[in-house]
């Protein structure tokens, strides 16, 4: 009897807590925090929140409809896209209808949960062609050139398969709605430093270069990328720098130095920023190559001192489609049905990266 009761008085105790921490729950859920950047619309809320998101045409409308919430908080409203926003409410339903000066194609839905603010975040991002391709503007630099071949094998030289890949995405790129510059797009010599330059000048907001490679193991196959780092994260990645480094040796010694007068904490500040852009590119690309089944070289995203990765603020990555001291890999190559099948995939990269990152 006596354990009968405190088995009951737990039950009962618990009972209440439980009660207590749903009223509490109850009395938190019902505010919502609005932020609108461009076509990003992100609601911030402190518990789960039951909601339905859609589109709805003609005028075109973002609806969503959240459960039992009482307030919604506009915090920072950018009005680019949003022409107006209304609210309304019926039972349990809010409603919330931001009318939009665009017409989207589709919209994505992330859940987020920062642990710094202890929120829930839902972000929903109109996609659309005119968004994506607005102002988006990428330099594709198609390695060496003119009196630099780069990699050599037989009368295959790499500078003239940078160039045929790089002419084949710029094709793709640009039929997705983006702007493309090419560092080169005929047989010229041009320095490291001017293809940073020429990122620089058209402030890129992505700048792409394109190598094919040979190393001294022959075995060595499949595509990898690398993004920039202070020191190469194997003897690879060294070597390759190295002799991509080498260029600008070929065109003659360039006497310039860094920008020395520029803060070097401003330098290190974008120059993380950057960093880490480059890298959450260079992780997309590899997911989204092992996704397509697409020989990826061993540990596919390395990190190396490329002269040519040194543009500070811009985004950048060196893409190695494959060696030309791999037989496999040569053969590929030399395809140019490969070669469009490898621009496919990274222009489905770059798409996926903007719509993670509006610009
Ligand atoms: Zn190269």
Redesign the pocket.
Known sequence: MNRFYRIFKIYVFSSILYSLCFLCKLAYANSIDINVSESRFVFSYDNSVKKDVFLLENPSRLVIDFQNVNKVIKQNIDYKYVKDIRASKNNNTSRLVFDINIVPNNFTVTKVYNLFDDKKHLIVDLNNSVIKSKNILIVIDP??GGQDP??VRGNIK?KVL?LRAAKILKNKLEKNGFEVVMTRNKDIYISLRNRVRIARRYEADLFISL???ATKNKNTNGTSIYSLSDKASDKLAKD?AE??NK?DLIGGIDLENVEKDVSDILIDLSRRETKNSSIEFAELFVLTFEKNDIKLLRRPHRQAGFAVLKALDIPSVLI?MGFISNNSDLKKLSNNEYLKKLMHQVSLVVEKYFIDNPQ
Do not use: K, P
Request: overall charge negative; glycine content about 14%; charged content about 30%.
């Open positions: 390695g060496h780069g990699a790499e940078n190598h094919a490679d390759l002799s991509e260029s190695e």
